[in-house]
């Protein structure tokens, strides 16, 4: 018996620019898991990465039909718009091989019932977490046995879909074998690795727990067993840098606190080690931090959400505003800045939540670049299916579907002058990042100071300031009630918006003479 698994591409979306909303950055390696653990059970198992090898739709259906294997896996990852021609490309790898195909991930855990009746060359959808179901569901295929007794499945019975008992999550992650990592996941994206699983937090916006099926639940592998996993992946790569894709790379309460030190024992005696990780900020403390400074630590990506405690407390964050601001001031003690996870606009937010918001990104520095300003000033909550923010809206009737895709919803925001601005600064802020994504373009985000770009810092430290100043004048405008909040009135402030964007950029095109007596 072979198995193919696939990693699909990922069409770059017109309107979306969040690719954590697509699957969490801990789902990385799944499929590497599931490989592993095949490997590990004479399995022969193939992996097709179309997604790190740039490939099209298309040419990953003409590599994946060149393989001979009996079994495809699919990691399927909501894609947006193209989520359907994603699907079609899934149906046309499964005629062409007549084999069977399952689906796993967080997208198919969470809209089983819709994939199956939607997409008849899906066989089986893995819920949660995959590595044991997938090997059952071979195992007993190689024995000749019903498969549909397998835990953790979804499956068609004639026209009923079937939800079988969902599996207990694996408690003990050492016992896992260390992921498979493909030639292309080492070049694109260096070290990643998975130390913990799950959360113990319980916010509104987020599914990872559900995913396990687990409320509340956090399991960390051991520091040993970091460190040779470590070991193997320091000998494949080029750059000595890591990066934890823990959806929180610290576990709750004291224990928590002396696993991250003892982790950052192991870490230091890797000289010349740099490593990235994410979290809360309720556990950024002074004693772990220091430990992992010595060790290598250079980027945070910090769970900050909201400068508003009631907004925190709507999401049920379990933090406050002041603990956000003693972990930004920590890091950077350490000479760290925090990369901020943050939502601006959530569907009960009122003008105040917006200013506290506004006041608080502004106090901390952290709309000093254009790439990070951008986000934060528009930034929506992503409400996704497995969410509690989901089934909240959907149980109020204040929410649509983005497509006929249940997957993703939207909602606007109850008070009307905090949809207003959420709506000017969503068409701007999504105007700029089309542009910042586009490589000729001179605010390309990936741009330096080269020669050929050489006024692109210039042009996004004005189109920075201006856009934190216009934000500040929409918002005190709608505080004294001196906006008219019509559609004219909203439109003009994006017509004019994006002429201002294109003027300056026109501007800092021209000759540097003309440029300076100009602009």
């Excluded at 149906?91 to 809209?111: C, D, H, M, R």
């Excluded at 949660?128 to 059952?136: R, S």
């Excluded at 004291?254 to 890797?270: F, H």
Aim: hydrophobic share 35%.
């Amino acid at each position: 018996m072979k198995v193919l698994l696939i990693e699909h591409p990922r069409e770059k979306s017109a309107v979306h620019f969040n690719d954590v909303a697509n699957a969490p950055l801990s789902s990385c390696l799944m499929s590497g898991y599931i490989a592993s653990l095949l490997h590990a059970n004479d399995i022969e198992t193939e992996m097709l990465d179309s997604y790190l090898m740039r490939h099209s739709l298309s040419q990953m259906v003409q590599e994946a039909i060149k393989k001979n294997c009996d079994i495809i896996g699919i990691h399927l990852v909501y894609n947006w718009e193209h989520t359907p021609q994603t699907m079609a490309s899934i149906n046309e790898i499964k005629s062409q091989l007549g084999v069977p195909a399952f689906v796993y991930g967080f997208y198919p855990t969470f809209t089983y019932e819709f994939i199956l009746k939607n997409y008849p060359a899906v066989d089986y959808v893995i819920i949660g977490e995959p590595e044991l179901t997938f090997l059952e569901l071979l195992t007993l295929s190689k024995k000749g046995r019903d498969t549909d007794k397998a835990y953790g499945i979804s499956f068609r019975n004639g026209k009923e879909i079937v939800i079988n008992k969902r599996r207990e999550i694996v408690e003990e992650l050492d016992s896992l074998p260390f992921p498979f990592r493909s030639k292309e996941q080492l070049e694109y994206t260096g070290g990643n690795i998975l130390g913990s699983r799950g959360c113990y937090g319980n916010c509104t916006f987020c599914y990872i727990n559900k995913f396990y099926g687990k409320k509340c639940y956090w399991r960390g592998r051991t520091p040993d067993n970091i460190y040779h996993e470590l070991q193997e992946v320091l000998e494949r790569i080029k750059e000595k840098y890591i990066y934890f894709i823990d959806a929180n790379f610290f576990g709750p309460g004291e224990s928590g606190q002396k696993r991250a030190e003892k982790i950052a024992e192991i870490l230091q005696g890797e000289k010349g080690l740099r490593f990235g990780l994410e979290c809360r900020v309720n556990d950024l403390q002074e004693r772990s931090l220091s430990a992992l400074s010595r060790a290598g630590l250079q980027n945070v990506f910090l769970g900050v959400e909201s400068g508003s405690n009631r907004s925190l407390k709507r999401m049920r964050k379990g933090a406050k505003v002041e603990q956000a601001e003693i972990a930004i001031n920590c890091l950077r003690n350490y000479e760290i800045e925090p990369y901020c996870g943050f939502i601006m606009f959530e569907p009960d937010s009122s003008l105040q939540d917006i200013r506290d918001n506004f006041n608080f990104l502004q106090k901390n520095r952290l709309l000093n670049k254009l790439i990070t300003t951008v986000d934060l000033l528009y930034h929506p909550q992503i409400i996704l299916m497995g969410t509690d923010g989901y089934r909240m809206l959907e149980e109020k009737d204040r929410m649509e579907f983005c497509s006929p895709n249940p997957y993703q919803g939207a909602f606007i925001c109850q008070d009307r002058k905090v949809a207003f601005l959420a709506e000017i600064m969503s068409s701007i802020c999504h105007y700029l990042l089309t542009l910042m994504n586009k490589s000729d373009s001179p605010i390309y985000w990936r741009t330096g100071y080269s020669d050929s770009k050489r006024y692109s810092h210039e042009i996004t430290s004005k189109l920075n300031q201006w856009l934190v100043e216009l934000f500040g004048e929409i918002l005190t405008k709608l505080e004294m009630n001196e906006i008219n909040r019509r559609d004219n009135s909203k439109n003009q402030y994006i017509n004019d918006s994006i002429a201002l964007i294109n003027g300056v950029i026109v501007c800092f095109e021209m000759d540097s003479d003309v440029r300076e007596s100009i602009c």
